[in-house]
């Protein structure tokens, strides 16, 4: 796969016609899809330019913050830049506000309603393997946890992928949700909880496991909890991670297209039995990876349409 360029030509071009008119008007063109997120949901805010970061606000409190990076042109003619949020899981129905600013002065403020959603639970019960793994608080799982949020809190510059994503097995059984509320039982009768990051996927070891979008591999490596495991970077600040693996057949570094075989499914690390965990972040927040199965990451067209109002 080659790696995708963007033009500083275009970036250049762009930022000579459009950062005046934004800082002249006082206004900003842009289009946010959807308009009514839900909890788990990613939202993308496109704009002209002349902004360099949103944040997602409620009751004047910032909860997520973003980057906007530009969009390679395709087929298109206008351009257009980028900044992509998800909705934290543990907030209820609300109104919210996305602010677009650039350095530290606020272009616009673009009102949004969170919907409601409910989350499932669910009761785990360990034996004493899996109990000392929940509750390791070793040096090296300390090493590991900040390695996996250097990984996934690092922004890079490229838009390996802007279309749909693929589901990452052929099989369609699950055994449990995203943002599942969990409860786990230790061996000694101890309990601690967690909140779900992805989907599982109840599949045999061996099961061949693949890429759910073009982009560059961060981190393949073997963990305490995750087990064996491989992380994909597909845009700035989008990562898709595949935990539990039984044999990782990736290196960091490598660039893989959509359905790529990066593995084999397995029950590494702490697995209750063989499965695959599929879990998409966006700027660290854990996403549903529904959303990008029923919908691009990047709707060019439908974002051009709205700030440029070239839609009917």
């Known amino acids: 796969m080659k790696i995708p360029k963007i033009s500083i030509l275009i970036i250049l071009l762009n930022l000579i016609i459009l950062l005046p008119a934004t800082a002249q008007s006082g206004n900003v063109r842009y289009a946010v899809v959807p308009e009514n997120p839900a909890p788990g949901e990613p939202v993308t805010i496109g704009v002209s330019g002349g902004v360099k970061q949103a944040v997602l606000t409620v009751n004047g409190r910032a909860l997520a913050r973003t980057a906007f990076f530009y969009v390679p042109a395709g087929d298109e003619k206008l351009t257009f830049m980028a900044a992509i949020l998800t909705i934290p899981n543990t907030l209820n129905a609300t109104s919210a506000e996305i602010r677009l600013e650039n350095e ?18 669910e009761i785990l019960r360990l034996d004493q393997a899996l109990t000392d793994i929940r509750t ?64 599982d996927y109840g599949i045999p070891t061996g099961t061949e496991v693949v890429s759910c979008g073009n982009g560059k591999v961060v981190l393949a490596s073997s963990m305490i909890v995750a087990g064996n495991a491989i992380i994909i970077e597909h845009a700035p600040g989008i990562y898709s991670l595949y935990y539990h693996l039984d044999k990782i057949e990736v290196k960091e570094g490598d660039f893989v297209n959509a359905g790529t075989r990066i593995g084999l499914s397995g029950a590494t690390g702490l697995a209750t039995g063989p499965h695959l965990h599929w879990d998409i972040r966006i700027n660290t927040e854990t996403t549903d990876p529904d959303f990008y199965l029923a919908r691009p990451i990047i709707d ?4 051009i349409s709205k700030i440029y109002n070239t839609g009917d």
Request: hydrophobic share 30%; charged share 25%.
């Open 104 to 121: 530290n002065v606020t272009m616009a403020v673009i009102p949004i309603t969170i919907s409601r959603r409910e989350f499932d639970n």
């Open 136 to 199: 390791d608080t070793s040096p090296q799982r300390t090493e590991e946890s900040n390695r996996l949020w250097d990984v996934l809190s690092a922004t890079g510059n490229y838009v390996y992928h802007t279309g749909r994503f693929i589901a990452p097995v052929q099989a369609t059984r699950r055994t449990s949700s995203f943002a599942e509320r969990r409860i786990y039982i230790y061996s000694d009768g101890g309990r601690g909880t967690s909140i779900h990051t992805g989907l």
């Open 300 to 303: 060019k067209e439908l974002i």
